[in-house]
């Protein structure tokens, strides 16, 4: 396991098919797969993504969750907390290029919620929901 090199914090993400995730990851946001275990039926226990000195976790959990992209679909609070393009309950990760990176989410199908843009605070950043509709704010250092 590469858990030996890890930061002092990590997101741990849920994901209903965490195989697909772990591709989808890689090509949409450029996230480099670092680790991956699987139980007995072949569901991904554990994995582990780098993404420069980051490092995110994500699982399978159980049969029975659902991501936030299913749970908006069968749920209507779900659903309205879902309406605005902010990140809610997301990640904020920094990126060298923030345009570059936009495009190649774009070009991987990601959900668009928020275009490039500069903020008062120094950042250039754009949002996003990811296949199974985790949200994501990449962004850079203006």
């Not at 190649?104 to 250039?124: C, F, N």
Request: net charge negative; with cysteine.
């Amino acid at each position: 396991m590469a858990s030996d090199r890890l930061p002092p914090v990590i997101p741990m993400l849920s994901y209903e098919d965490g195989a697909t995730a772990l591709e989808w990851l890689a090509r949409a946001f450029g996230f480099r797969e670092r680790d991956r275990m699987t139980d007995s039926a072949g569901r991904i226990s554990h994995a582990e993504m780098e993404l420069g000195d980051g490092v995110i976790m994500l699982a399978a959990p159980t049969p029975d969750y659902q991501s936030p992209k299913h749970h908006a679909e069968v749920c209507e609070a779900a659903r309205k907390w879902s309406a605005v393009p902010f990140v809610i309950d997301g990640l904020h990760v920094l990126v060298d290029d923030v345009d570059k990176h936009f495009r190649r989410a774009q070009e991987a199908g990601a959900t668009i919620l928020s275009e490039p843009e500069d903020q008062t605070y120094g950042e250039r950043v754009y949002r996003v929901a990811d296949l199974e509709g985790h949200r994501w704010m990449f962004a850079q250092t203006i």
